[in-house]
């Protein structure tokens, strides 16, 4: 199983980023698909989950400002973020976990500053 991320990029403050995860294999294969997030020398945390089922969790931090969505036909999930602040800054990875196994996609960039 492999994961596709895409979408990073610079962005001000105020501004809107939409990222892609693309998977190898049906999205329906997995219990869940989450973006996780990681500055430099912090750990990397949970920002947005949605399950087999689709319902849908978010970090604190972002809620009323990030979507998580998918696309079963396209084997893609999305994560829209809007009102982008520069606290956001950090490299996004797409997972997902089916059973037992755990996914990780390589990180896409955003960075957030004017």
């Known amino acids: 199983v492999q994961l596709q991320a895409s979408g990073g990029g610079l962005v001000q403050p105020g501004g809107s980023l939409r990222l892609s995860c693309a998977a190898s294999?049906?999205?329906?294969?997995?219990?869940?698909i989450a973006w996780y997030r990681q500055d430099i020398g912090k750990q990397r945390d949970l920002v947005a989950l949605i399950s087999s089922g689709g319902s849908t969790n978010y970090a604190d931090s972002v809620k009323g400002r990030f979507t998580i969505s998918r696309d079963s036909a396209k084997n893609t999930v999305y994560l829209q973020m809007n009102s982008l602040k520069p606290e956001d800054t950090a490299v996004y990875y797409c997972?997902?976990?089916?059973?037992?196994?755990?996914?990780w996609g390589q990180g896409t960039l955003v960075t957030v500053s004017s």
């Open positions: 294999t049906s999205i329906r294969s997995f219990n869940s």
């Open positions: 997972n997902a976990i089916s059973y037992s196994n755990v996914y």
